[in-house]
């Protein structure tokens, strides 16, 4: 402290209040504290109430109207899900979007594990394997749907050049309505395919080595290895993978608008196209929001599923 | 005896070479062929049977390509996403993850349950609303529209949280008692240790925003602040007509960037989407 030559007593008058301030400091750091928490977490908050929370009831809300963006909100109940449910085209649409969903989540499934099993040795070709396989994942579906949409052409396409020199006769596969979801599930499988592979991999890697030393040791059959060994030990993983892939699949948008458009003849046409559909180019709120929410109950049992799983895993004691 | 067991053997790394070859001809072949299409010109594009090998490459494609879309418009809006969404995350997701981690205060386990309630909604499922919100705000067309929705992630708060959790304790005690405030250890302490964590959130952030398509399709009317993903789309009619060759060059110039950062990087970028899953 500096000496400005006057004695403790000088300073006395200014101490006296000394004891209420630190009352009150002492109150107003322990309200700072007890905010700190809130003031943390309040910007994730906010933007999640604000562009999650709020626009699902918004469109829960709207799926009870009647509206064209223009004119006024016409109330309508239910009406909007008893038009939904009448209506033959939303079974199309639904039947295609559950069509795509269980093939190419079954197929990538089955064909990645297969996939694991057959790349999981650390070797240098099956490092390079996997990195080709993984390529698609991590680039735009925009460029996978038109690689595609090029190579499927029917005239000038090489797969169907390819098939030709194998003596068959050319596919179709974007313009035969009773294809076109088939080419859809190949190119989806080939672009998801290498997520699958990556994570089942890693999962069998984690998996105690002393167990397969175990089996070595009984001469059992490589095919057994994996039923015994290998499949349960990895089917948690399996588990939330084939969910999240599920999810992925409810919402595909991207290849449908650039390959097929939805068509021909609605063949191509799932869920949240349609729900872009009908608020985008035909003006609809109401109706779409009807979809959007069957959309939501959709990802909502897979979620439940999801976490009902992860909190029965947390509670025997599994790893999480 | 023994040459039933040769033969088993190299008729064993026969069919594992064939099909190594076959799983590399399904991956690779789609890119060399938007590739090699990219520098063919419109003859060569249409040949049939199909030319493998082009000796002349046609790069005037590409600048077809910069004629027919506003190319380095739409790359500076790519990147203006991509990374405005990124710098939001990192001051939302960071906090909000030390708090979680660290504090149990009133309500927390409600607002964590809500974050881990919204991680699985998706954009397909929230574009209808959020479009009519921001277009009763006159922010359709805008940066903000683009960037604000993605501006926290629940998924990035749960995998920090998990990290954060993991510090000991008593390396944060230890910082309380040199009184450091809260801001302080969360910069200081907890950023250099939760670094790989972030790092690989920050990359899988933006690999898929910079490929994303859906958002900056419907939430834009213009080419404003349209993005490359979406902008290379409208190259599919040039000219009154489908030119594959300039769509597989514009499609070359959206991944080529990420397909060159992947050559570079692939353990990481692979171990990071590993992770992502792993959890």
Redesign the interface.
Known sequence: MRDTGKTIEAYLPLAMPIPRMAAAEKYLRRAAR?A??????A???W??CV??????L??IW?SAFRWD?IGPKIYVGLGNFAELFSNPDFYVVMGNTFRFMFFSVSISIVGALL?AV?LKAKTR?NAI???????????????VA???V??M?SE?G?LN?ILGKAGASGVRWLEDASVAMYSMIIVAV?KGL??NV??LI??MHAIPNQLYEAAALDNTKPLKTFFRITLPMISP?LF??TL?NI?AAF?V??QV??MTGGGPINATNTL?FD??QF??KFYQ?GY??AQ?VV??AL?AV??AA??GALARRVHYGGE? | MQAAAVFRKTFGTACRIA??LL??A??????Y??FL?AIKNLGQ??Q???VFWVSKPHWENFSKVFAAIPFFHMLKNNLIMTFGIMICQF???I??A???A??R?AG?GF?FG????????????????????FSRMGLINSYASLI?????S?FA?FMLRQTFKQVPRELIEAAKLDSAS?WKIIFKLMLPIAKPTIVTLGLITF?LN?????WP??LTTNNAVRTL??G??SL?IVDGGVK?HI??AG?LL??AP??VA?FFA?KQ??KA??YM???
């Open positions: 007890a700190t928490p809130y003031m943390m977490v910007p994730a908050i933007s999640l562009f999650v929370v709020y626009p699902i918004y469109m709207l963006m996939l057959y070709t394997l996997q990195s080709f396989i993984f390529t698609p994942y991590i680039i735009s579906m925009v460029s038109f690689m595609w090029w190579l052409n000038y090489l050049f080939w290498g997520y990556i994570i890693s999962a993983t939330f993978l999240m999810i919402k948008f991207e608008a650039l949240v729900i872009y608020g985008f709120l779409a929001s959007g959309l939501m990802i897979c979620t999801y976490f999480a | 099909v190594n799983i590399f399904i991956f690779f072949i789609p890119f062929w938007m299409t594009t249409l049939t049977p199909p001051f939302t997701v906090p909000a030390y708090a979680f660290r504090f205060f927390s607002l809500l974050t881990l309630a919204t991680m699985m909604i998706p954009a397909q499922l929230v574009f209808l609303p959020l479009f009519l919100m604000l929705p993605w501006a926290t629940s708060i809260e690999i910079w490929n994303d398509y859906f399709f419907v993903p979406v290379i789309t599919n594959y769509l597989m499609n959206l991944v990420v397909l992947f692939q970028i692979i989407f590993t899953g792993g959890k």
